[in-house]
């Protein structure tokens, strides 16, 4: 009988656990030294796309549970800004790009010279450190990325033009 109820117990808090979402994620870095990819969809594995300089390689690793956890949650809990792009006026510096896909929508969001939402530079840095802390294995795997390259390769914004301009 007390086993019965312990079953019936435990049936009850598993099935009021949320089920986990299933992120398709990609992240971006670069600055005048590296330029590469993450993606990450919700397994344990993190892939990196290395585009520096010119040649795209493609590796991956396992990550472990409390990283995985890390990313998981981070994503399940972030919130993306209504505007899609932060960038300063100096062109050089460093650039983080995010997408967050689900079946229902895509979120993207792109930061450049300390401009954005200050969250996302924690996550990019934080990412950053996951991927300096493993080693990646090559494979010969290729990703579609050509519709976020699209925001990353946005246009400049026009240079303002005054006349007259102000002393």
């Not at 972030?78 to 062109?91: A, L, Q, R």
Request: proline share 6%; glycine share 2%.
């Amino acid at each position: 009988m007390i086993k019965k109820h312990f079953f019936f117990l435990f049936l009850i808090i598993v099935s009021c656990q949320s089920p986990k979402k299933n992120h398709d994620f990609t992240f971006f870095k670069w600055n005048i030294h590296q330029s590469y990819y993450l993606k990450f969809n919700s397994s344990d594995t993190l892939y990196f796309i290395n585009t520096y300089p010119l040649e795209e390689q493609t590796s991956f690793t396992i990550l472990n549970e409390e990283e995985k956890e890390k990313i998981q949650s981070t994503l399940d809990t972030i919130s993306f800004p209504k505007e899609k792009e932060f960038v300063s006026s100096v062109d050089d510096g460093e650039t983080f790009a995010f997408e967050l896909k689900s079946k229902k929508q895509s979120m993207q969001l792109k930061i450049h010279g300390h401009q954005g939402p200050n969250q996302f530079w924690l996550f990019g840095k934080s990412l950053e450190t996951i991927k300096d802390h493993h080693t990646f294995i090559k494979i010969n795997k290729k990703f579609d990325l050509r519709e976020f390259n699209k925001m990353i390769l946005s246009p400049p914004l026009p240079p303002i033009i005054c006349n007259p301009c102000p002393k």
